[in-house]
Structures are given as C-alpha cells and as structure tokens.
C-alpha cells in the first residue's frame, strides 16, 4: 500500500506543471528563466514524436535532443533546490505511512484504496486497528469497458439521435436502462464484493438508482432511501446506513433505524 501511495503521489505531481512555479530570491531568477526555457523546448519535441511522422533519423535526432535537455533540466532543478527549500518539499513530499494513515483516522471509518493494474487490480481496506489487502480485482482494461458502458447507458438520454422517431428512442433508453442495471451489477460485484463479503454485506444490500435519475448529488440520499420505502426494500425494525458525498471533500454519513 504504501509503494501505491508512492505511484499515486508521483502521478499526482506529474499533473502540476512545475514549469509555472516560480522561485523565490533574485539569484534564482536566471535558474528560473532557464527551467520554463527548457519545459518549452521539452515539451515542444516531445509533441514532435507524438506526431508519428518523423523519419527514422528525425526520431533518432529528436530523442538524442529530448536525452540532452532533460539531463539539463536535471541540473537546473538541482541548482534551484540549492536556493529554494520550497521548491525542494514540492517535488518530493513526504507520504504518510500506513500507520500514519490509521490515525488519520476514526473508529468508524473504513477507508477504501484501489490500484489499477494491467493483469489484475488491487484493493486495501484500512481501519484503525486492520490492513486487509485483496489482489484477485479486474484488470484496468475490463474496469475501463464497463465503466465506459455504464457512462453510455447514464449519458443515453442526453444524446439525441437524428430522425429518431419516438418509438425508436424508447426502444433505445429501454435498451441502456437495461444494460445499466446488468453492468452496474457486475461493476459493484467485481469492485465492491471483496469488501462487502469481508464486512458480511450482501450486494443486493445496496441501493442504487443512479440509471433513473444520473447524478442527483445530495439528493441522492433522500430519492433512494424514499423508493427503497416505497417498494418494501426497507422494513419497520431495519437500520438504515446512508452515506454522501458532493464536491472537494465534502462528506457525511449515518445509520438509523427505520
């Protein structure tokens, strides 16, 4: 787990583009010049070959030059570190360890990691006191096709084809509610029945109305826990676990009894 929180951390800071962050102190300025200079240059090569029309000896001379410029770019960024701490503590954060990581958090609190692998994926589950780690998930291949089937059958209403007759198009959202609910089950099975067997929680526990509504954020909970009642999924005496989500890293959760 926590070689994945390295991977993720370095993908993390592959997404910030060091080229626009500026070093502080007037020595640093030509150094600073001199990385953005180079991030130009850089990138512009590497759009080059992404282009798959240079020649042999093009890509051959593009790459020598790629080689060149990134050891310089090395070099500058050691020479910026020497003058900005700030700098240093950016491109290479410190990560939590997993011990760290439980007492970030509550006795109540069951946190879910998943890494994406080419064969197979794999899932840790961390509570306070336990690490459990589950290596038997999908490959990143199989997880990509469902979830882009998924997205298809959710996004089906909101994109009309041309000259379709209003039969024709009944047909076709029949069709992607139906494929919604097949695909979200082996989704929710192949992703989320490692952990729900370990917390001894059925799959057909959890309520799902996402293929109707789309994202509802919040009100989700309140449109999912009212059709549960009305179609008998929720009975006198049942508790109840409701849990939501909306934007940046807002969140709540709760369990009643019904």
Known sequence: MEANERARARLLLETIPLSRIKVKGLPARDLDNRKRSLHREINRLAQQLQTGTLTEAETADRNQRLDSLLFDLDDVQAQILAVDPRYQRLISPSLLRVAEIQNQLD?????????????????????????????????????????????????????????????????????????????????????????????????????????????TSAAAVAIALDEANRSGRIKHGDYVLMVVFGGGLTWASTVIEW
């Open 107 to 215: 006795p109540e609190t069951l946190l879910l990691e998943y890494r994406l692998g080419e064969t197979r994926s794999f899932l840790w589950a961390v509570t306070t006191s336990s690490v459990a780690a589950f290596s038997n998930l999908p490959s990143r291949s199989e997880v990509d096709e469902l979830v882009r089937s998924l997205y298809d059958s959710v996004s089906a209403r909101s994109h009309p084809v041309t000259n379709e007759s209003p039969t024709q198009k009944k047909a076709r959202l029949d069709a992607a509610h139906s494929n919604y609910r097949g695909t979200a089950s082996l989704l929710s099975e192949k992703l989320l029945g490692p952990i729900a067997d370990r917390l001894k929680i059925p799959l057909d526990r959890f309520y799902v109305n996402l293929d109707k509504y789309g994202n």
